[in-house]
C-alpha cells in the first residue's frame, strides 16, 4: 500500500515540477515524495523537514544557501500548477495506453540515472513492455534532424553494429539521424532491447507527428521514455532536459552530424559531464552539417569515430559480439574499410552500373574521395568497372 502511494506522489511530482529542477529533486530526497507533495497541497513544512533537508547539505555551504533562499519560492510556484494535479488520472491513463510509471524504488529504475544526482528524474513513464537495460549495454546515437546521406549511412553502419554486439541504441525519436537509428536498430537483429526513444513529451503525445508509426512501432518492439506524464507538450526547453537522459542512460554518445550548434552537442556536453565516452563522426569540412563533429573532436576529449569497429572498442570486454569464434578466420575484406570507405561499398549497385557523379550525390563525398575509394576498393577485388560504370564485384558477400 506504501508503494502505491510513493508512486502516487511521485506521478503528482511529475505533473507540476518540472524536469531537471534540482530543488525539486533535493527536496523529494530529503522529503521524500509522499511528504513533499503533502507540503505542495498546502501543508506547512515543519523545522524538523527544514533542518533535515539543509542538513543534507551542510557540507556544500552554497548550495545549503540556495535551498534557504529559493525553496520557499519554488514550493509557491509548484503549487500555483495545483489545477494539473491528478496523478490518478494520469496513472490510469498510462495504464490504458499500455505503460507505466517507473520511479525509483522500483527493482527495475536505472542504476545510471544516479550519475544525475540533483537532477536525476522523479520518475519514468514508458511504453513498452521491457525495462532499460544497465548502462554498459546502451549507446547512444544522436545527430542532426536534417540528416544528409552520409549521415544516414554513417547511421546504419552504427547501429547495425551495436545491434551485432548486443547493444541497446538510444536516442530521441526525431527526424533525421534519431529516426535512422531506431530505424536500423529495430531491422537489426540482436540481443537484449533494439532501441529506445526518450522523447521530451507525454507518451499520450507523440512527436514529431511524421515519426509517430516509427514512435509506435518502438513501444511494440522497444521502449519510450518520458519524464514528463500524460498530457504535456514537448516544450523546446524540454527537449533540451531530455537530453540528459540520453547522456546518462548509455556508455557512450555518438554524435553523427551537427551543426556547429545544435542539440546533439547538448547531449554530448552532459555526456562529458558525466564522464561518459563521446565519440564523433568526422565529415566533409565544408558541409554545416559536420561542423559540430569537428568542433567536438578539436576542443573537447572526444572519440573521433572513422569506422564501425571503433564501437567495438568503446565496448569491450565487456560487452562480447554475437560472432562465431572462428569468424577472424573468415573475415570479410570489407570488414577493415573505413567509414567513408563503407559508404561508398554501399552505396555501389549489386547489378546495375552507376557512376562517379552519382555516388557524390548519395554518399556526399568529393569526386577526389570517390575516385581513391573506387580504386581501393577495385584493388581488394569489392568492386568492378566497365565503360558501363561501376558495382559491387561478382561474390561479394556482405
Keep these: 500500500m506504501c508503494e502505491d502511494r510513493i508512486r502516487r506522489a511521485r506521478a503528482g511530482l511529475t505533473q507540476i515540477i518540472e524536469p531537471a529542477d534540482a530543488l525539486g529533486v533535493v527536496a523529494s530526497k530529503a522529503w521524500g515524495p509522499i511528504e513533499l507533495l503533502d507540503i505542495i497541497e498546502g501543508t506547512t513544512p515543519s523545522q524538523r523537514q527544514w533542518k533535515a533537508l539543509v542538513g543534507e547539505y551542510a557540507q556544500d555551504g552554497q548550495f545549503a544557501k540556495t535551498l534557504r533562499n529559493n525553496l520557499g519560492r519554488a514550493i509557491e510556484r509548484w503549487r500555483r500548477k495545483s489545477s494539473y494535479l491528478k496523478p490518478e488520472q494520469a496513472l490510469d491513463y498510462i495504464h490504458n495506453l499500455g505503460g507505466r510509471l517507473v520511479i525509483p524504488e522500483d527493482a527495475e529504475w536505472p542504476a545510471a540515472l544516479a550519475d544525475l544526482e540533483s537532477t536525476e528524474p522523479i520518475g ?7 525495462t532499460v537495460p544497465p548502462v554498459d549495454n546502451i549507446v547512444g546515437l544522436v545527430g542532426s534532424r536534417e540528416a544528409t546521406s552520409y549521415g544516414d549511412q554513417a547511421t546504419r553502419m552504427l547501429a547495425q553494429k551495436a545491434r551485432k554486439m548486443g547493444l541497446t541504441v538510444l536516442s530521441g525519436g526525431a527526424y533525421g539521424i534519431d529516426a535512422q537509428a531506431h530505424h536500423q536498430a529495430l531491422e537489426t537483429p540482436g540481443q537484449h532491447v533494439a532501441t529506445i526513444a526518450v522523447l521530451a513529451g507525454g507518451l499520450d503525445r507523440l512527436y514529431p507527428a511524421g515519426n509517430i508509426e516509427l514512435l509506435r512501432k518502438i513501444a511494440r518492439q522497444g521502449l519510450l521514455i518520458s519524464e514528463m506524464p500524460p498530457g504535456m507538450r ?14 546518462a542512460l548509455a556508455r557512450a554518445t555518438i554524435v553523427v552530424e551537427a551543426r556547429y550548434r545544435s542539440g546533439a552537442l547538448n547531449t554530448a556536453n552532459h ?21 559540430g563533429c569537428h568542433r567536438l573532436i578539436k576542443e573537447t576529449p572526444t572519440l573521433l569515430v572513422d569506422d564501425a569497429t571503433d564501437l ?31 559508404l561508398v561499398f554501399e552505396a555501389l549497385p549489386l547489378k546495375d552500373r552507376t557512376n562517379i557523379q552519382h555516388l557524390c550525390e548519395i554518399t556526399g563525398l568529393a569526386v577526389p574521395s570517390i575516385t581513391g575509394i573506387l580504386t581501393k576498393l577495385s584493388r581488394h577485388d569489392l568492386a568492378d568497372y566497365d565503360e558501363h560504370g561501376w558495382r559491387k564485384a561478382k561474390n561479394v558477400v556482405a
Aim: overall charge negative; proline content about 7%.
Design 312 to 342: 567495438g572498442r568503446m565496448y569491450e570486454p565487456l560487452v562480447a559480439e554475437e560472432q562465431t569464434s572462428n569468424e577472424h578466420d573468415h573475415q570479410r575484406s570489407f570488414d577493415m574499410l573505413s567509414t567513408e570507405e563503407m
Design 234 to 247: 514537448p516544450n523546446r526547453y524540454r527537449f533540451l532536459n531530455r537530453n540528459r537522459l540520453i547522456a
Design 124 to 130: 519514468l513513464w514508458t511504453l513498452g513492455e521491457r
Design 271 to 291: 555526456a562529458h559531464d558525466l564522464n561518459r565516452t563521446v565519440g564523433a563522426v568526422p565529415g566533409p569540412i565544408n558541409v554545416p552539417s559536420s561542423a
